[in-house]
């Protein structure tokens, strides 16, 4: 953070290999097809997208992911600034798919620079169908590839440039992988196996990813509900506590607050992973007791390289 001199802030400052700085993103990899999705563009991008693609990261084809597109889930600074980097002063990309709400690709069209990326077809903005998506469980998903689909949510949030989404994310078969960068210290590459969560129906594992909203109250559907469907939940917990932000109004940067969303999903089926977490969090202190209490209370801290794939039911010897 600009001009902070917390803590947190300074041990990542004097240490550089500690991710906990870089923001939190979602990769999707389909290492079956050979491509990966990142939900959101954030100003990391670029260090993540690397880890993502790093040369000893690779497809069923030997070769590395390719970048297969990216979703949005609203235009504040985190989540869309990384945009720029696939443009023609650094990557100059061609025709990268973005998928995103009707509100926010009229936010990338009517501005620029981010109108340049598209008149010179760096990317290629795909509209969600938010008719389709009202948080329903007859909404139709969009696929990615056969074996992953996501579903957008919409939720509240400081709508001052574009609405926000959620995600629900389908794998059927292979794995996600979760760039996850709020939180803890950055583990060394490791591409051994991602830990498996028990599959639901046909092998198909779901995740929520939801790294901004006002809160849970007004959602359509709740979030109790949403967290017993599922079996990952990557949730906002932006701020521990009321009154966390000194000298500042909380109110005008909305955000659950991490002590009720643990006693308000407190016994549900998913695993919770707490996520987006402000540089003021104590959940980011490895050895906070906040941190220490979450943990005993069930729940996961985000850290940067977290991986989830599937728990498969076929045959042995055959694949989904």
């Given at each position: ?61 030997g070769r590395p992911l390719e970048l297969g597109g990216i979703l949005l889930t609203h235009a504040h600074i985190g989540h ?35 109108r340049q990326l598209t008149d010179r077809g760096n990317i290629a903005i795909q509209e969600l169908d938010m008719d389709a ?188």
């Amino acid at each position: 953070m600009i001009g902070c001199g917390c803590h947190r802030c300074e041990y990542a400052r004097r240490n550089p290999d500690f991710k906990d700085g870089l923001v939190v993103c979602l990769a999707l990899a389909d290492e079956t097809e050979g491509k990966v999705f990142l939900i959101d563009a954030t100003p990391d991008l670029r260090e993540q997208l690397w880890y993502i693609q790093h040369p000893k990261r690779k497809g069923d084809s030997g070769r590395p992911l390719e970048l297969g597109g990216i979703l949005l889930t609203h235009a504040h600074i985190g989540h869309y600034t990384g945009l720029l980097q696939l443009g023609k002063e650094e990557a100059d990309m061609r025709g990268v798919p973005v998928f995103c709400t009707p509100s926010m690709a009229s936010f990338l069209r009517s501005n620029q620079p981010w109108r340049q990326l598209t008149d010179r077809g760096n990317i290629a903005i795909q509209e969600l169908d938010m008719d389709a998506t009202d948080n329903s469980k007859d909404a139709v998903p969009v696929q990615l590839t056969r074996s992953l689909s996501v579903l957008p949510v919409p939720v509240p949030h400081r709508a001052e440039l574009s609405d926000t989404v959620a995600y629900v994310v389908s794998v059927a078969s292979r794995a996600v992988d979760a760039s996850d960068t709020a939180v803890s210290h950055a583990p060394k590459l490791d591409l051994g196996p991602p830990a498996e969560v028990s599959s639901g129906e046909n092998d198909t594992m779901k995740l929520l990813y939801c790294p901004d909203t006002d809160g849970w109250s007004d959602w359509k559907r709740s979030i109790s509900s949403w967290c017993n469907e599922v079996d990952v939940a990557l949730l906002d917990a932006t701020f521990h506590g009321k009154g966390e932000l000194k000298g500042r109004d909380m109110s005008e940067v909305s955000h659950p607050i991490a002590t009720e969303t643990m006693a308000q999903l407190a016994g549900c089926k998913a695993e919770v992973v707490l996520i987006h977490l402000n540089h003021t969090n104590p959940l980011l202190t490895a050895d906070s007791p906040e941190r220490a209490q979450a943990v005993a209370a069930g729940y996961k801290v985000g850290s940067f390289g977290m991986e989830w794939a599937p728990t498969l039911k076929t045959p042995a010897g055959s694949r989904a």
